[in-house]
């Protein structure tokens, strides 16, 4: 299983976990593949120390965070 079909089969037995992405993909069809997922957050590796506090602490407020792209 990759991470959006383990996001779908948690969200499908009712968790309410908030979930955040990591990847080292810059990609707007992957972003919006993780929020069709129920992911709170979408953080790229390249930004994971500036962004990976700030989009678990937005999920966890039930706010959507996605690392800025280019």
């Known amino acids: 299983m990759n991470g959006f079909e ?3 089969c948690l969200r499908n ?3 309410t976990a ?3 992405f ?3 993909y810059e990609d707007e069809e992957l972003i919006r593949a993780s929020k069709h997922a129920g992911g709170m957050g979408y953080v790229v590796k390249q930004r994971l120390t500036l962004d990976l506090e700030l989009a ?3 999920a966890r407020a039930g706010r959507l965070f996605i690392s800025p792209i280019h």
Do not use: C
């Open 6 to 8: 383990v996001a779908t």
């Open 13 to 15: 037995i009712g968790s």
């Open 18 to 20: 908030a979930l955040v």
């Open 22 to 24: 990591l990847s080292v």
């Open 56 to 58: 678990v602490r937005e």
